[in-house]
């Protein structure tokens, strides 16, 4: 598992369900978070925040989100210069975080 951490240029390697960035868009990661059990990290790519409360669909922990930006699975990122192009496919995991409430 790569290591994201905060300041680090990181590339999406799949769109999001719901159009909130794309496959190949690359971002500063400005913040990783551990919030739930799992040893996934949530990261926050600086896009405004649409809801409220985020849910791990593997854990089923719920996180009050009071941050003003959304946060996304780690699974979706990779850090640019750690990245084989070539290599996406093998490395896509499932997203399980979602949000589940809307301000
Ligand atoms: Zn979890």
């Not at 919030?35 to 009050?64: E, V």
Request: hydrophobic share 35%.
């Amino acid at each position: 598992m790569s290591d994201i951490t905060v300041g680090m240029e990181i590339v999406a390697i799949k769109s999001h369900k719901k159009n909130y960035f794309k496959r190949y868009d690359t971002f500063p990661a400005r913040g990783v978070e551990s919030l739930c059990s799992c040893p996934k990290k949530w990261i926050n790519i600086g896009i405004a925040q649409t809801c409220n409360t985020l849910k791990c669909k593997k854990c089923g922990t719920k996180h009050r989100n009071d941050t003003g930006f959304m946060w996304f699975s780690e699974s979706y990122f990779r850090p640019i210069d750690d990245i084989d192009i070539s290599d996406v496919d093998s490395v896509l995991q499932e997203d399980f975080f979602e949000f589940i409430e809307r301000t």
